[in-house]
């Protein structure tokens, strides 16, 4: 037997010298060129949308607009499904390849009804008594978005988990790596997006509609074939069963023990090094004394006995301490993917009801001037403040703040999303004095009545709230970003991503509901709305936005509630450069326990 165990052995041996020479940073070019063209092709598809449905399919507004941010909130609420297909089976790889295709298939349907004038009512420049595009028009459009919808949410909460399967960033002992890793993907991210603000967008409003959308989807093409040029070269993570299935198991298991006591001791509780080996490779998750309901699914009973004598526990009736404190590490997140909701509902009207006031303003460059700023373009402004914001982070804001903290990191990952929170709703407030602005010189001017006509104001008034709220989510998402995924369980990190979309499609359709419910409560006897179908002059958006403030700082009061009572998660590392396999117990970024020797408040190297 002696030989058949040694060319095992060696069989194992070559399979991890092979799974060692995959992945890297190597990858990177091919994953992070996908995601760039991915972003390119999404952002120059969704930008001007609004222009695309009030203009060419002659929508009034506020049904444009709502339009616009449900099927956005479909694409943002779609990952949680993509999220279940990749962990339960597909793995993240053929996740992302399939959804490249389908959502490749619902932009080729756009641009060509884009480019088919039967696909589109009479054109109505005047916007006055226009015809609305017909039920088999808006099919079509319904049709394509809910195809790339369907596609973005196989991408969204994969790549990011893909790109860390390749760097191996999920390590507490590396986070740092993590946290550069996160700034640099929502860095080249922006970097897309603004290529796509400035050219896409210049084309759809200067050339035509069907080459303004061909061009995203040409690049969608070229994203598809560089991902799939990089697959030799990748780490493919086998999927290790569904995280629901397990997050269902400890919650029926803790059920139907609802009557049994939960010991003091909590070294009493089930553990099972072996069973839970592929969901704890960097370290198993250890006891917390939240939400210790949960605790009675991993408590032995006498009817547990006789199947843990065979090592064959019934999971849907005993849970090991490593799953159940799997679901109180995602439960504790829940509070703050719930606060982002608020957040994006906050900055959601900036792709329709700001690109309206831009088109009454004057967009000329400079006074002398003839090339005049696409009203959607003016998002490059958002998108310039996140990539300068992003660029300067580390160099100096890091260092200046870590001489007050003594963190490394300059803030924590809840502290960068608070500082998110508060620029985001000075974007808010600075927004309805522009508007006020905005308002009172068209009165001068004795343009209220005429929404076509351009009212002498710059554009480039908008430029605060623009870069205000660029600023606010260069610390919010993505320390958001990073929070979601160092804080939320290895084999749960597809599912946490997709919590950071779904908060977004919160937020979308929270925003529908806010301007609907605005919209029909605000309406008066004599026509007046704060948010009128055509006319914007005569509405009060200056209101809408200081409602959305007062909103902004009841959510702000709730956030710090939440990290007042946030509870890190306690994981257990093993420490691969130690001969006698000595454990430590990683509480944060910074600070880690020994538990082999007891030592306490050791500074982490690797951070």
């Known amino acids: 037997m002696e030989p058949v165990n040694e060319n095992k052995k060696d069989e194992e041996t070559l399979e991890m010298s092979k799974q060692k020479k995959l992945g890297g940073v190597k990858t990177l070019p091919f994953i992070l060129a996908n995601e760039i063209c991915d972003r390119f092709a999404a952002t120059g598809f969704h930008a001007n949308l609004i222009t695309y449905l009030t203009v060419q399919l002659n929508l009034p507004l506020v049904k444009a607009s709502n339009t616009l941010t449900n099927f956005t909130g479909i694409s943002s609420f779609t990952p949680i499904v993509g999220a279940l297909v990749a962990d339960a089976f597909a793995g993240r790889y053929w996740t992302i390849v399939f959804s490249l295709l389908i959502y490749e298939l619902g932009m080729i349907l756009i641009t060509i ?17 226009c015809k609305e595009a017909s039920q088999s028009q808006l099919s079509v459009l319904y049709i394509s978005l809910f195809l790339t919808s369907i596609g973005l949410g196989g991408t969204r909460p994969c790549v990011v988990a893909f790109a860390a399967d390749q760097l191996d960033i999920s390590n507490p002992k590396k986070q740092a790596k993590g946290w550069n890793f996160f700034n640099w993907y929502y860095l080249l991210l922006s970097l897309a997006s603004l290529s796509a603000l400035t050219l896409v967008v210049y084309i759809q409003d200067r050339v035509s509609w069907g080459w303004g959308l061909g061009i995203p989807t040409i690049a969608m093409v070229a994203a598809f074939v560089v991902f799939l040029v990089g697959s030799p070269l990748y780490q493919k993570e086998k999927p290790e069963g569904s995280p629901f299935v ?56 006498q009817d547990d006995t006789t199947h843990l004598l065979t090592n064959s526990p019934k999971l849907w009736r005993l849970a090991t301490v490593h799953r159940v404190e799997e679901l109180k590490s995602m439960i504790r997140l829940l509070p703050f993917v719930s606060t982002g909701i608020l957040f994006v509902m906050a900055y ?75 620029i985001n709703i000075c974007a808010t407030l600075v927004g309805s ?38 600023i606010a989510q260069a610390f919010y998402q993505v320390g958001k970003l990073e929070f979601l995924y160092d804080q939320s369980p290895e084999s749960m990190k597809s599912t946490a991503m997709a919590l950071y979309w779904i908060a977004i499609a919160l937020g979308q359709y929270a925003g529908t509901l806010m301007v ?36 902004q700082l009841v959510n702000l009061v709730y956030f710090y509630v939440c990290v007042w009572f946030y509870t890190y998660k306690p994981l257990e590392d093993v420490t691969k450069s130690s001969e006698e396999g000595g454990l430590e117990l990683v509480v944060d970024n910074n600070i880690v326990v020994d538990v082999t020797n007891g030592h306490e408040g050791k500074e982490a190297k690797d951070t």
Request: net charge positive.
């Open 246 to 301: 397990r997050v269902a198991q400890v919650i029926v298991a803790a059920i139907k023990k609802r009557r049994v006591e939960v010991p003091v001791d909590d070294k009493l509780l089930y553990e099972n090094k072996d069973l839970d080996a592929g969901i704890s490779k960097d370290g198993r998750l250890l006891h917390t004394n939240q939400l210790r309901w949960f605790d009675r699914a991993a408590i032995i009973t």
């Open 516 to 551: 609907t419910l605005v919209h029909k409560y605000s309406a008066q006897k004599n026509g007046k709305n704060w948010l009128p179908a055509r006319n914007i002059n005569r509405g009060r958006l200056e209101y809408y936005y200081m409602l959305v403030t007062g909103i």
């Open 113 to 129: 009804s884009a480019f088919l004038p039967q696909f589109h009512p009479p054109q109505c420049p005047t916007q006055v008594n």
């Open 348 to 422: 959601s009207h900036q792709g329709s009801f700001t690109i309206m006031q831009a088109r009454t303003m004057d967009r000329h460059i400079t006074k002398t001037s003839s090339f005049e700023i696409p009203p959607a373009s003016m998002a490059v402004f958002d998108v310039l403040s996140v990539i300068v914001t992003l660029a300067l982070y580390d160099r100096l804001f890091v260092p200046f703040a870590s001489r007050f903290t003594k963190n490394p990191a300059g803030i924590t990952c809840l502290q960068r999303m608070g500082v998110g929170f508060f």
């Open 433 to 470: 004095f522009v508007e006020i602005k905005r308002k009172q010189v068209a009165r001068d001017h004795q343009l209220i009545d005429q929404p076509t006509h351009i009212i002498p104001i710059s554009v480039y008034w908008l430029v605060p709230q623009y870069s205000l709220h660029g």
